[in-house]
């Protein structure tokens, strides 16, 4: 515990001893040495080493605040240099959707690694404020609220785009592709 509080740490620039007591700690090894710091101290009066540590207490506000000052700024570096590696995901109503199968890990015994991560396509139907969406699925049941974590976009195959066009042309010639 005595090397880490008086180890100087990169986030606040200062000891977590200074920034509670006001100065640097004393080592014993400065106490058997007779370091500087140590010496000036020995021939003070009482009161002297009284006004001297009153001073170095004036100053440990201003060395808290630089610390707390410094703390936050690396925590918005860090959120920025997080942020620039997040792809925002928003989805709008009707955009087509895949959604994670829960519980997340799960294998099916039969498939083993070779199990759906994914379900879907689920359509969004209701889009909330703190990145939650209503989901609908092909067949219009509803689904619980998802997060939006939990959820990626879904793009059609080509094979999903080509039934949907042959579908789209027999609707369009009125051949609904029932014989009587």
């Known amino acids: ?103 997340m890990g799960h294998k099916d015994h039969l498939y083993r690694k070779w199990t759906p991560q994914w379900e879907g396509p689920f359509r969004v139907i209701k889009v909330y404020s703190d990145n939650s969406y209503g989901l609908q699925d092909m067949n219009g049941d509803m689904t619980r609220n998802i997060n939006g974590k939990f959820i990626k976009a879904y793009y059609p195959t080509v094979w999903e785009k080509y039934a949907q066009n042959i579908q789209k042309s027999f609707q369009s010639s009125g051949n609904t592709g029932k014989s009587n």
């Not at 920034?19 to 009482?46: C, K």
């Not at 920025?80 to 109503?93: A, D, G, H, I, L």
């Open 1 to 103: 515990m005595w090397a880490y509080r008086t180890s100087k740490r990169d986030a606040i620039d200062r000891t977590p001893y200074e920034l509670v007591y006001g100065h640097e700690a004393i080592l014993p090894v400065e106490v058997s040495v007779r370091t500087v710091r140590v010496d000036g101290q020995r021939y003070m009066t009482s009161e002297a080493y009284q006004e001297a540590m009153s001073i170095m207490n004036l100053d440990v506000e201003a060395k808290r605040t630089q610390a707390l000052n410094s703390l936050i700024k690396q925590k918005r570096l860090t959120v920025e240099s997080y942020n620039k590696r997040v792809r925002k995901k928003s989805f709008k109503v009707d955009d087509l959707v895949w959604k994670v199968r829960l519980p």
